[in-house]
């Protein structure tokens, strides 16, 4: 397998996931395992050994994270794997993430970026708190 650094080289301006716009500077990226959606080497979902990804759920609570695997690169059906994480309250699924990442020796760097978009997906399952009415005779 090429290094890294060769893979972006031969895909960072033509793949099929870059969404280029005029008057943009850096193209956006829908690549899987890009936790930001920046065409960049870093946040490359393709090129990196080491990626993580967070999902919506299919049953719309909590986040499913996808882990790439580095010792399965030769085998297609086994290069990722996926953790469920249900609601249990706000805080433990993110802290369950940040524990399975650390644990499994994942890049730092994506850490931080993984625990935003997991609370960001979380911020957008919870219900919408409801407004009091005031009272009618004021």
């Given at each position: 397998m090429a290094s890294p650094q060769l893979n972006w080289l031969i895909v960072r301006n033509n793949n099929a996931f870059l969404k280029k716009a005029r008057n943009i500077k850096q193209p956006f990226s829908v690549e899987p395992n890009n936790l930001t959606n920046k065409s960049s080497f870093r946040y490359s979902g393709l090129v990196q050994r080491k990626t993580v990804g967070v999902n919506f759920a299919p049953d719309k609570k909590g986040f499913v994270v996808v882990l790439k695997k580095p010792k399965a690169q030769g085998r297609p059906s086994k290069t990722y794997s996926e953790i469920k994480m249900k609601h249990a309250g706000f805080r433990r699924p993110?802290?369950?993430?940040?524990?399975?990442?650390?644990?499994?020796?994942?890049?730092?760097?994506?850490?931080?970026?993984?625990?935003?978009?997991?609370?960001?997906?979380?911020?957008?399952?919870?219900?919408?708190?409801?407004?009091?009415?005031g009272k009618k005779g004021e």
């Open positions: 993110l802290k369950k993430l940040r524990n399975t990442l650390v644990k499994n020796k994942y890049r730092k760097d994506l850490t931080k970026a993984a625990l935003v978009r997991a609370s960001v997906i979380l911020k957008s399952q919870q219900q919408p708190k409801k407004k009091s009415k």
